[in-house]
């Protein structure tokens, strides 16, 4: 039986995401072994070109080309998978969408009419259909590897859509915020990365995006009562996942 | 990249770079300072760890907090962390299967199984590194303005020693195999810029050097080099005020800071037959695998002397003013330079990164190289034009695998 052909793609992004795969030493070779290289130029000068069995998506959708190379791509592609925060929501550099393009271009180019951007940095899954998403920022490498390993055998991977509060509280943490005070966006993002902040001491900032229950209005109503200002918060939830529809419009409500 | 003969004997040479603008300079503005470094690190994946230190430097430095030498250490056992394994991952899994012809490591595992296992272990333990102090190895979480979040203690870093040992022992035959790889050639002439530290060979910190002129402070960086923007790339280009191109990263490092690499590099290098000053951008894959074994080598020391400090941090008051910090990411200096309010909050941010400040000394090495890539064949001159760019290690898509090479010659 031929090996299922796996695609790696990226658009707007850090690189973090893909590199992650390549950070499963152990594991790479033997996963490399299951799949035949159609596209992974971080990998690869190989290139068997489409159709693919499994695509994964890396980075957000901010210019014109990439929007036309995104809808071909899934044309091209039986699974598509949207990898970290840029991918399932638009990533750090759609805090643009909450200014005007012209003035950021203006910041960074001197002749801002040559950089070629769309008004907005955005998700994958406004252009094109994703069969499935992998949060954070960057994603788990550890979900990265489940994930691949369920599409391999026709399974539709399964991720937990808890908060990070019950990872962190099975780390047995001490609570960074009831016990320090310190602003942690953990009862409202989804779990993933293994509680990693509030194990570092430091509270959460919201890598992994939103929870499946995540409250936001009833928690930041607790914060706000407990002496942490509305503008801390809004900007803990202005990272990575800003755009994603719960942390939007929270700010678009509140900031 | 296209390649035109103008007729002139003079080929233009445009490396297009597609890699779409993330305007993270003009939405740094507003944040706090203490978020930066979080912020900053999501603009490469695989060197965080030089944005974060880059940032901290000019925070700091403006702030005037003092960091605990055991924390100072930590950040550079991380930043060793980063060096390992991004060169790693460079060498030999985006290098080194263009000099052996094969198109990436995975094909590379027949031809010399060992080298590729020995490479992912050597790789791995940079990872190890940079999860052991700062959580994860991919924007890691660790580091803070006036220190770290929390100090491991010195047990978990211990725990790094058997495997270091190991891979001190081993990664000879790692700098072997690189040594035999056949290269191609390129002399010429270049202006040179890394930074100097007198502590050390230069890693978190130190001064502005090159061998065209004396040493200057990071504060004085933009008198000295200056960005410009080209019609055909979204990503700046850089060059000396006055002057041309110029290179930064290993190359620069090995020419001005050899007498500071460690001892056991420094005696690999003579062994290769290599000394300071390299011209030769290709002996560029054999100074990374050097600065593998300085970063082992220095990483050992540094984890022995490492004892957990009294506190991880120590406080500071964010104050107004302009700052500018430095660090030699894997591929060369990174810099930064922020101006900050009375309310500790950004106002304008300043960040050029080593890949825009080589490229225009990519296109200068091109254009060297034109009359070899125009007597090639479709497939020769697209390798040697990857290759002349990979030497830079750029930390874009275009890193890699990517070259679409357009040569147009000129109308008669």
């Known amino acids: 039986m031929a090996k299922p052909r796996l695609g790696v793609f990226k658009f707007s992004s850090c690189d973090g995401c893909q590199l992650s795969i390549l950070d499963a030493e152990e594991e790479l070779l033997a996963l490399l072994d299951k799949v035949e290289l159609g596209d992974f130029l971080e990998a690869s000068s190989a290139s068997t070109g489409p159709p693919y069995d499994i695509a994964l998506v890396e980075g957000s959708i901010s210019t014109p080309e990439e929007a036309e190379r995104i809808v071909r791509i899934r044309k091209e592609s039986k699974t598509l998978v949207a990898i970290g925060a840029c991918a399932t929501s638009g990533g750090l550099q759609a805090l643009r969408n909450w200014s005007i393009l012209g003035l950021f271009e203006s910041a960074v180019y001197p002749e801002p009419e040559v950089a070629r951007a769309m008004e907005k940095a955005l998700p994958v899954s406004d252009f094109a259909t994703v069969d499935f998403e992998l949060r954070g920022c960057p994603v788990s490498k550890a979900q990265l590897l489940q994930s691949l390993a369920s599409v391999l055998r026709g399974a539709k991977p399964r991720l937990s859509t808890s908060s990070v509060c019950f990872e962190c509280k099975r780390a047995g943490n001490a609570c960074v915020l009831v016990a320090g005070g310190t602003p942690c966006l953990g009862p409202v993002t989804a779990s993933g990365c293994g509680a990693l902040c509030p194990s570092w001491s430091r509270g959460c900032y919201g890598c992994f995006g939103p929870s499946d229950d995540a409250n936001l209005d009833s928690y930041t109503s607790w914060l706000t009562a407990h002496g942490i200002d509305r503008q801390t918060i809004a900007l803990l939830l202005k990272g990575a996942n800003s755009r994603s529809p719960e942390f939007r419009k929270w700010i678009e409500e509140n900031d | ?412």
């Open chain 2, 1 to 412: 990249m296209s390649i035109v003969d103008t007729g002139t004997g003079t080929p233009e040479v445009r490396l297009n770079i597609f890699e779409p603008p993330r305007f993270f300079e003009a939405f740094l503005r507003g944040r706090r300072a203490e978020e930066i470094p979080d912020l900053v690190s999501r603009i490469c994946g695989i060197c965080p760890v030089a944005y974060q230190v880059s940032s901290l430097n000019a925070f700091e430095g403006l702030f005037g907090v003092e960091v605990d030498e055991q924390v100072r250490r930590l950040r550079r056992i991380l930043y060793y962390g980063e060096w390992i394994e991004s060169h790693a991952l460079h060498v030999f899994m985006l290098a080194a299967p263009d000099f052996v012809g094969v198109p990436d490591a995975v094909a590379m595992v027949e031809r010399n199984p060992g080298v590729v296992k020995e490479a992912l272990s050597l790789k791995r333990f940079g990872n190890d590194v940079m999860s052991a102090i700062g959580g994860r190895e991919i924007h890691p979480v660790s580091l803070k303005i006036g220190g770290v979040h929390r100090a491991p203690s010195k047990e978990a870093l211990s725990s790094l020693l058997p495997e270091l040992d190991r891979l001190r022992g081993s990664v000879g035959n790692l700098v072997a195999f690189v040594s035999s790889l056949q290269k191609p050639s390129l002399e010429r002439e270049s202006t040179l810029v890394c930074l100097h530290d007198p502590a050390r060979y230069a890693i978190d910190c130190g001064e502005i050097s090159s061998n065209s002129g004396p040493c200057v402070p990071p504060s004085s960086f933009e008198e000295s080099f200056e960005e410009y923007q080209v019609s055909y790339s979204n990503a700046l280009h850089s060059r000396t005020k006055g002057g041309g191109s110029y290179m930064v990263g290993p190359l620069a490092r090995f020419s001005l800071n050899f007498e500071q690499l460690n001892p056991v590099a420094r005696a690999m290098a003579r062994d290769m037959g290599l000394k300071p000053p390299l011209k030769d951008p290709f002996q560029s894959i054999l100074v990374r695998v050097l600065e593998i074994v300085h970063a082992l080598e220095e990483t050992a020391g540094e984890v022995r002397e490492y004892e957990e400090p009294p506190r991880p941090s120590t406080p500071y008051k964010p104050k107004a003013g302009v700052c500018h910090g430095v660090s030699e990411a894997p591929r060369g200096i990174l810099y930064h330079s922020y101006a900050v309010n009375a309310r500790g909050q950004v106002e304008r941010a300043k960040i050029v990164p080593p890949t825009a400040q080589n490229q225009s000394r990519m296109e200068d090495d091109i254009r060297l190289l034109v009359p070899q890539i125009m007597e090639s064949d479709a497939n020769g001159a697209r390798r040697l034009g990857e290759m002349a760019v990979r030497n830079y290690d750029p930390c874009i898509s275009c890193a890699t695998h990517f070259l679409r090479l357009d040569i147009q010659k000129a109308l008669a």
